[in-house]
């Protein structure tokens, strides 16, 4: 089953508004990262947050992580028309030894109106 | 950070054909990896590209039909073989950096079988 879950699945806003995504996972992890995709093409790297970390900002961008409810948001303020594209999670599970791989959520499409 | 380029950027091809699809990295990596993405879906990992080794499939996929080389730590291939309409996906290649733990995404390569 798939490690995070993104919510909403879909989110649409006016432009200058707050954007707010939130991802919940099952298991221990070792990080979480934020990426963007925009319209089928790859996916770009926002941030990277570990497990021992609550909040790291980048730019327009703030993310949190909450590993007793495990839940991370991604907060974009003052979202533009650019930022429109689909958001996904992906956690790096703690299962030890060398197993880095990351397992995506189903994403959230963000839809920024000029 | 890494950059990664992928070729071919997209294709067309026939059922029951092969397509070998190819990923660079500017710079060493610790590990690599193949994930698909199907219309409308997000990232499905196929497998992680072991350097000089075999890679390791996730459930689900097989060597027959997604063989994976890796001959050095910044270039790997994958081959989707003996295709069909179902195989119709984007490709990705990513690379996990060490020290940041950060994995970074290729453009991709959309692929469409008739």
């Known amino acids: 089953s798939q490690q995070g879950e993104e919510d909403p699945q879909a989110l649409s806003i006016q432009e200058g508004e707050n954007a707010t995504m939130n991802c919940s996972y099952k298991t221990s992890i070792n990080n979480l990262q934020w990426y963007r995709q925009n319209s089928g093409r790859g996916l770009v790297h926002l941030i990277l947050i570990r497990s021992n970390e609550r909040e790291k900002h980048s730019g327009r961008l703030r993310v949190t992580l909450d590993t007793s409810k495990k839940s991370s948001s991604l907060l974009i303020t003052a979202s533009r028309a650019a930022d429109t594209a689909s958001y996904f999670c992906?956690?790096?599970?703690?299962?030890?030894?060398?197993?880095?791989?990351?397992?995506f959520g189903k994403g959230t499409l963000l839809t920024v109106n000029p | 950070s890494a950059v990664i380029s992928q070729k071919p950027s997209r294709d067309i091809c026939q059922r029951g054909t092969s397509l070998t699809i190819q990923c660079q990295v500017d710079?060493?990596?610790?590990?690599m990896f193949w994930y698909r993405q199907q219309p409308g879906q997000s990232l499905t990992l196929i497998a992680t590209a072991n350097q000089g080794s075999e890679a390791t499939y996730e459930s689900g996929f097989v060597i027959d039909k997604f063989p994976i080389s890796r001959p050095n730590l910044t270039f790997s291939t994958l081959t989707v073989s003996n295709m069909s309409p179902e195989d119709s996906s984007i490709y990705l290649c990513?690379?996990?950096?060490?020290?940041?733990?950060?994995?970074?995404f290729g453009p991709g390569t959309r692929l469409t079988v008739l």
């Open positions: 710079s060493q990596v610790t590990m």
């Open positions: 992906a956690t790096e599970l703690n299962s030890g030894g060398s197993n880095y791989k990351l397992t």
């Open positions: 990513s690379a996990r950096q060490g020290g940041t733990d950060t994995q970074y």
